[in-house]
């Protein structure tokens, strides 16, 4: 079974700070996929990365995946209160197959002005 | 224009009985699935469901059971229901190993 950990699972931060999230794996995913998920709704796709080494920006944020594919960060820039959600990263199956994601535990954020 | 549906949005029922979930996509995919996410917010596939091939998660009890009658619709079916069945469930779908999109989530509550 493969399984994503997600650091930290809890973080209060004030506004303007800097933060990156952390996410672990054992296993090689073909893929490493970024939700943020409000209250009440379901998880949103911000960024997915394929290649082994990829960074992508996306305004504030940026992500990276591990040379190995086997892990992943989220770096938040001067993060405001808007940020404020639940991240969680997912790996995706090899094959291009109909496997459903694998989960982190989620990183609950608090952004305080 | 509502990408991925649920109904319904809340549902609230007692130890025993039977309930389903529906879901429908309006994007042409031809994955469909469902995750539960739990009261710590950890969201885990239970169903996969492709062209009429079926992939189950090995953790979940065989009370649960997908039903798809058509390409745009899985719904989930769940039998004699038990408190620890209390949770999120989201219903997504994906072009086969593309990007998937969620609904906003059925909020089951078992009394």
Redesign the interface.
Known sequence: TQLLEQSPQFLSIQEGENLTVYCNSSSVFSSL?WYR?EP??????LV?VVTGGEVKKLKRLTFQFGDARKDSSLHITAAQPGDTG?Y?C?G?DS?????????G??T?LIIQP | DTAVSQTPKYLVTQMGNDKSIKCEQNLGHDTMYWYKQDSKKFLKIMFSYNNKELIINETVPNRFSPKSPDKAHLNLHINSLELGDSAVYFCASSQVGKRQYFGPGTRLTVT
């Open positions: 996929q998920q009440g709704e379901g998880p949103v796709l997915t639940l969680l997912a995706g094959g291009g197959g109909a496997d459903g994601l694998t989960f535990k989620g609950h």
